[in-house]
Structures are given as C-alpha cells and as structure tokens.
C-alpha cells in the first residue's frame, strides 16, 4: 500500500477527533449555561479536565507500551468517549456533571496524544513530516469551529451531544483501519521500566522548563475570548480569531517538510519561544479588538512551531520501546498541568488588573522560559541525547 493512502485513517482520526474537540473547547460552557450552572460551577467542570489528563494520559501512554500497541488503546478511549459523553450530557446537577466529567475526560483527554504519538512514529517509520500527518487535526479543529457555530445556532445549544457523538463515530469508524506501531522487545514492557523516563534528567529538565512556556499558551487559549469581549469585541470575532489562528496553525503543520529539517529542532523552539513573548506583548499593548483578530496568525507562528519542534526533541530523548508514555507525558505538561497553572494564573490577574497586564506578564514569563531554554540549550545537559533503547531489530 503507498505510504499516503496508509496514512488516510490517521488523517481522518485526526480530524474527527479535534474536530469533535472544538465542541468541547468552544461550545461547553454554553452548553453548562444552559443547564442552570453559575459561573463557577461551569469554572470547576472545565478545570476537571486538566485534572484528569495529568493521570489518564500518562496511564494510557503506559499501557500503549505495554501492550505495543496504539491502535488497540485508541478503540478503548474513543468507546469510552462515546459511552461517557452520552451520560455526561444527560447530567443536570452540578454533583454528577463534575463526576461524569472527569470521567469523560478520563477517556477523551488521551485520543489526541495518542493521536500525536501514533502520527510521529508513523512519520519516522516513512521519512516522511510529522506536522504534514498533524496539519489534518488542525484543519479538522479550524473547519468545526465554523461548521458547528452556524449548526449550533440554527438548532439550538441543548443539542450539543448530537454533532459530538457523530464526529466521534466518525472518529472511532475510521480507526479501524489504523496502521498500528508495534516494538519488537526482548520482554514486555512492565511498570518498573517506566523509571527510565524519571532517570533522564534532560527529559525532565526540558519538560520544567517548556512550562514557562506552554502555560502562557494555555492562558491565552481560556481567556482570549475574554479579552476580546473586554476590548469591545464580539462573539463573531472571537470565531473568526479562533480560525484564523488554527488556520495558521494548520499552515504550519502542513509547510514543516519544507522548514523543519533546516535547523536542529531547538532553533525552532528557542525562536518560537521569543514570538510567543513578542506576542503577548502585542496583546498587551492593544487597545481595539480587531487588533487581536489580525494579530492571530501569530498562532501558527508559535504554537505551531513550538509543538512540532518540541514534540521531536522529546522524542529523541525518549526510549523507543517507551515512546507512547513520554509522549503522553510531554502532552500532560503541554495541556495538563500548563493549563492548570493557566487557568489559575489567568482567573486572578484579569479579574483583578484586567487583560492587558495579564498578558504583559505573559510576555515576561515567556521571555523568562526562553532565556532558560537558551541555557539548557547551550548547557550539556541540553545537547541532543538519544537514550539506547533495549530491542531487537
């Protein structure tokens, strides 16, 4: 079969499932709205997230690995994401909607992860671009989020879990056809192989430190929306914004054939890690929201460049035969634990000076991280390491 068309399934994996996601991300807290919750309810539903990617993701990299197999813990997580989110959305109560929450999340926080693990061996095994493989999520995240608004609006916010489950359906139908990834090893990969990771120091090291960066990002991802409506803004521009910086994302993603392989991945994420603070700083200083809509093509710019090039670095420190669970690890810290510190960092400095200091000290802690970068760069432990991993060819 061509390299392309086994790709296929991945793509549409991809794409269905961060296209399902945008439900989530953009349309939840309507939809919690709706049900009667206040705002710090809806606040502690959506913190459960993070909350529970910091134990699923890791859980389920792990038994990827041990069972050499992505494939299989993908039907498990999106089968659970189809039973939980059709009793999550049941849910009236503040009580069974946190808990079916973390459950729900439980199974769907990994889908993406697993999602990227899978794409980047797959690209490594074809010689081929892991953002050309992942550029597919993004064109599925940037399309729902215009598709579902209009969708959404026609037919009402109570019939969110209609469209969800049907792009899940999608999601959990083409992964049939997935090609899996399988690690020949002289034995099973058990719990105690796992201290390898926790025994690396320069995987630890850089994971601390992207987190200076990263959760400026997760910041910027709950309180954008905002910020904009501070600024004066409407919720047509904060869609708008959202698309346009996915779009540049998925841009990016799709072009890194052409750019990644110039430059040793840690030029990319030291640069992107001074756009990220270039455009905080922007952000600061605007005073007219269709400002932060042109600006949003900085997205790709940053993120962008920050995930593909992070997410290979990482893999060259990592074990092969334990790859799933140091991708879900960077992953957990990425999105998890980022968006924890985030989501609380945020929620205090906007409400008490408003958005434009909350992101001027983004721009400073993204500088921050980056000088840090910089050093771990230039210091040993920040020269490229590839763990041997212990497998039969």
């Not at 794409?15 to 710090?40: C, E, M, R, V, W």
């Not at 601390?208 to 997760?218: C, G, K, N, P, S």
């Not at 052409?258 to 840690?266: D, G």
């Amino acid at each position: 079969m061509p390299k392309e068309e086994s790709l296929l399934p991945l793509k549409g994996l991809l794409f269905s499932f961060h296209a399902s996601n945008t439900i989530i991300i953009s349309f939840l807290p309507l939809y919690l709205q709706y049900k009667g919750l206040d705002g710090k309810e809806i606040g502690w539903v959506l913190a459960i997230g993070p909350l529970a990617a910091i134990i699923s993701q890791p859980f389920w990299g792990y038994m990827s690995d041990k069972y050499q197999t992505v494939k299989r813990m993908l039907l498990i997580c999106i089968v659970g994401l189809l039973i939980s989110s059709t009793v999550f959305f049941q849910m009236n109560l503040f009580g069974p909607l946190l808990l079916m929450g973390f459950v729900f999340y439980f199974f769907t926080s990994p889908i993406g992860a697993l999602g990227d693990s899978l794409a980047q061996r797959r690209a490594s095994m074809l010689g081929i671009s892991f953002g050309g493989i992942r550029t597919w999520g993004s064109i599925g995240f940037a399309t729902s989020s215009l598709v579902m608004g209009e969708v959404l609006s026609a037919v009402g916010i109570e019939y969110i879990m209609w469209p969800y489950l049907l792009i899940g359906l999608a999601a959990l139908f083409v992964c049939f056809s997935l090609t899996d990834i399988k690690v020949k090893t002289s034995t099973k990969i058990q719990l105690k192989d796992v201290k390898q990771l926790f025994q690396n120091r320069p995987f630890f090291i850089f994971l601390f430190l992207i987190m200076f960066v990263t959760l400026t990002h997760r910041t910027n991802d709950s309180f954008i929306g905002l910020y904009i409506d501070q600024l004066g803004g409407s919720e047509g521009l904060i869609g708008l914004s959202w698309f346009i910086g996915v779009a540049s994302e998925a841009l990016v993603f799709a072009l890194a054939g052409v750019w990644f392989r110039r430059y040793h991945p840690f030029v990319f994420i030291i640069a992107a890690g001074l756009l990220y603070s270039i455009r905080w700083f922007i952000y600061a200083a605007i005073d007219v929201p269709i400002l932060i809509f042109a600006f949003q093509f900085m997205h790709g710019l940053t993120f962008g460049v920050f995930y593909v090039t992070a997410f290979d670095y990482i893999t060259r420190l990592i074990p092969t035969t334990l790859q799933a669970t140091g991708h879900l690890m960077f992953v957990t810290v990425f999105f998890g634990i980022s968006g924890i510190i985030g989501s609380l960092l945020g929620g205090a400095l906007i409400d008490s000076f408003g958005g434009g200091t909350l992101y001027f000290v983004l721009g400073m802690i993204a500088l921050i991280g980056t000088g840090l970068l910089t050093v771990y760069h230039i210091l040993p432990y920040g020269k490229e390491m590839v763990v041997k991993p212990n497998v039969r060819g």
